[in-house]
């Protein structure tokens, strides 16, 4: 059996499947094509990102970065995580450096903010 010494950090950090299944979702998007869909808990998440955010009226795309950055529906969510608020990224071209700066702390936050989110999200959408 190959040894991968080049294994990230976070595989090894005391946190459940189900985040670091979230985690590795949101961190393998490829960096300038927004991710289209998402798992969170069995329950398939899709993004549109050629349409507009259908649950605020600020006319921007709908994918991550908009729900981890810019949307106002999302910003109380967004203020109760310290990790949300520090990882301060100004547009889309750098929204793949918000899953690489990362500790343990970092991405309980990430994925608690992300599963709230996708709930208030499906309430929004009626789905
Ligand atoms: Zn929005």
Known sequence: ?????????????????????????????????????????????????NHYCSICNVKDNDDLFHVFCKCMIYQPLRLAYPTLKSHNVPNRRFFHEFFRRYDCQAIHEICDFIRYAMYLRSFCLNE
């Open 1 to 49: 059996m190959k040894h991968n010494s080049n294994r990230e950090g976070y595989l090894n950090y005391p946190i459940s499947i189900h985040k670091k299944r979230i985690f590795a979702q949101l961190r393998l998007q490829p960096d300038r094509i927004s991710i289209l869909s998402l798992y969170i808990n069995r329950h398939k998440v899709i993004f549109n990102p």
